[in-house]
């Protein structure tokens, strides 16, 4: 069974950058279709962005768009998602997700993913 991974959250102040990563264990990343979606307080887990299994479609939601990059390193088994630009409304736990796939496609909501990660915290400060 595949399991998720997210490191690298933490505190930083508006305008900063963080780099978050999730680790695939159990099975190789390169199968995997991931997204990352974010949960701040009291409101829906959001889409933040996703990518294809071969890293050549990239897909971002509005609020990130321009901000935040997704790469991903199949043979470390590593997805990360680069953070710049950083503002307050930015804070949430940021989880990334997995979807089986043999195709180049990309999925954009929470219901197309099957893995989960436990989640990041991330706190932007103004």
């Known amino acids: 069974q595949v399991q998720l991974e997210e490191s690298g959250g933490g505190l930083v102040q508006a305008g900063d950058s963080l780099k978050l990563s999730c680790a695939v264990s159990?099975?190789?990343?390169?199968?995997?279709?991931i997204g990352w979606f974010r949960q701040a307080p009291g409101k829906e887990r959001e889409f933040v962005g996703t990518?294809?299994?071969?890293?050549?479609?990239?897909y971002y939601g509005d609020s990130v768009k321009g901000r935040f990059t997704i790469s991903r390193d199949n043979a470390k088994n590593t997805i990360h998602l680069q953070m710049n630009s950083l503002k307050p409304e930015d804070t949430a736990v940021y989880y990334c997700?997995?979807?089986?796939?043999?195709?180049?496609?990309?999925?954009?909501?929470?219901?197309?993913?099957?893995?989960w990660g436990r989640g990041t915290q991330v706190t932007v400060s103004s």
């Open positions: 159990g099975e190789s990343s390169r199968y995997y279709v």
């Open positions: 997700a997995g979807r089986q796939s043999v195709t180049g496609a990309t999925y954009e909501s929470r219901g197309d993913y099957n893995y």
């Open positions: 990518i294809s299994i071969g890293g050549t479609k990239k």
